[in-house]
């Protein structure tokens, strides 16, 4: 891994859903890209709720559908994370906020920021909506989501840093 990685945590409630759907989409894409070496990718959820769990199976499921492997084990994003990433993105506003408020936040130099900001097809301070309690579009809306977010991402950090 270079010095100058740049380090990525996509953030949502559990972290069974969203964030490990982004997650899995967003190392295929530096994968791809050839950037594996400068790009580190990790999620995380604000709850504690489902810590220790693998991707929920829907989620999963619709991923596999499209190629990705969800790899993630749930855990609770904590004040120590805002040291060791440079890209704290919330997958929705409750999410932004619950993290806005934690101590770390206060000194976080990277971007702390709504995960959908950087589709530039996505109004500005859009949700990824929690497709948890809903039906199997749900799970393959998100998945569009997060190909089109990740993307974007994509773009503005080699953008960024010029790669
Ligand atoms: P996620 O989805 O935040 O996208 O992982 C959810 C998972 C679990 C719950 C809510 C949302 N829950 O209430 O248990």
New binding site residues.
């Given amino acids: 891994m270079s010095e100058d990685a740049v380090r990525v945590c996509f953030v ?10 982004a997650d899995g989409v967003m190392v295929a894409l530096v994968e791809q890209a050839g950037l594996s070496d400068r790009v580190v990718v990790d999620s995380a ?3 504690a ?2 810590v220790g769990e693998g991707a ?1 199976r829907r ?1 999963a499921a619709v991923a596999r559908g499209r190629g990705y492997h969800l790899t993630s084990r ?1 855990r609770q994003f904590v004040d120590a994370d805002f040291q060791r990433f440079d890209y704290v993105l919330a ?2 506003r409750s ?1 932004l906020r619950n993290m806005q408020r934690m101590a770390g936040a206060r000194s976080f130099s990277g971007t702390l920021r709504l995960f959908r900001d950087f589709d530039p097809h996505s109004p500005p301070g859009a949700d ?1 909506p ?4 809903g039906g199997p579009k749900g799970f393959d809306d ?1 998945l569009d989501l997060c190909e089109r977010g990740c993307q974007g991402l994509l773009d503005h950090i080699k953008a960024e840093r010029g790669w």
């Fill in positions: 949502c409630l559990g972290n069974i859903c969203r964030s490990p759907t959820g604000t709850s709720y489902h929920d989620s749930s997958m929705d999410n990824t929690d497709p948890y309690y998100v």
